[in-house]
């Protein structure tokens, strides 16, 4: 298929939910209220709920329960909250990007585990706002969702490649596909109007020297990526741990680019294992059940 044909598929594809956007446009403002950002919100009860079930998690860890979202929006503040509302605007309209012919548990696992490693390892470098190092987890294997969706036969010829020959998953889709997962991606985020900070790691984790502004962050995930791989394969090797190069998350130059200790990867693995079954709980409920 042609990527400017499959391009023009995905633009007909749902976009992000108009409370979204209408929350962007408030803070944009040089004075916005809470309330009113809470009232735009609550529009849409899915991302209500999305919202203050993530408030509430470890994703966050707040010692009480928040119940209003004019409240959660005073305690985590405007930045967090408009990445918070990113969030929860994007799981609704992956979650709907799908038919039913996607195991949607193995991708889901994989992002939502490497979007927590990756925001983790922000953590301990210091990176100011860790949670759009999540968001990018997120969003990082989107275009695997969409041509798994929209090319089912051809995704498994690429999924053939990478488990039974070993093969790189980007060369296993230039190959069958004559693109990348990432270029998906990409073209998604400019769809989207989604912002450079969250499209330049997606189109270039798996090359992250080719990100122009952005180097630190694509290379965090694409160690992410790799970390994640280990125990929760995504949709390109069908879930199936694939025994691959370690040499990304074992070369110390590589840690130090981003000037982080390898040294926390055992604590960065435990942390984010253990916010996972929550976060999974509170962004995709129904998966939250399913092993």
Known sequence: MDFKYLI????SLPSLPQAYHKCCFLLEQEVTDSKALAQVVATDPA???AVLRLVNSAFYNIPRKIERLDHAISIIGHVKFS???????VVKAMSSLASGRVEMNVFWRHSIFTGLVAKRLALYGYFP??????????????GQLIYFDLQQTKALKVSELVCKYGVDVALAEKKVLGFTHQQLGSELCRIWDLPEWLEQPIAHYHEPKLSLY??????ILSMANAIAGKSMPGLASLGQVIQ???????????????NIND????????????QLEGVIQSLIPELSCVT
């Open 244 to 258: 691959n190069n370690d040499s990304l998350v074992d070369d110390p130059n590589i840690w130090s680019s981003v």
């Open 47 to 49: 991302m209500t709920m």
């Open 263 to 274: 040294e926390v990867l055992p604590a960065v693995i435990q942390e984010a294992s253990e």
């Open 129 to 142: 706002n860790s949670e759009r190092l999540f968001l990018a987890g997120l969003l990082h294997d989107v």
């Open 214 to 219: 952005f180097h630190q962050e694509a290379t």
């Open 8 to 11: 023009q598929q995905i633009e």
């Open 83 to 89: 990445d918070l509302i990113l969030t929860a605007a």
